[in-house]
């Protein structure tokens, strides 16, 4: 019953503890979610240049 017990202490305290968060807007989160997508698409064309870059000196200069 001790185990019980410990269990649903658990989860009320959780709900005590998830009330007190202030979470984002939709607004805030549209934002963040943006600027992680855009990030993520510079990193994306920066390595595949660089990607492209190195293989082309490769092929063209060292395995020749």
């Known amino acids: 019953m001790k185990f ?3 269990i649903i202490n658990f989860f009320k305290e959780s ?3 998830l009330k007190k ?3 984002p807007t939709f607004k805030e989160t549209l ?16 390595l595949g240049s660089l ?3 190195f293989s082309f000196l490769l092929k ?3 395995l020749k």
């Open 31 to 46: 934002q963040y979610t943006l600027i992680v997508v855009i990030i993520s698409l510079v990193v994306a064309v920066y």
């Open 60 to 62: 063209n200069f060292i």
């Open 4 to 6: 019980l017990s410990k």
């Open 21 to 23: 968060i202030k979470w």
């Open 15 to 17: 709900i005590t503890e």
């Open 51 to 53: 990607d492209y870059v």
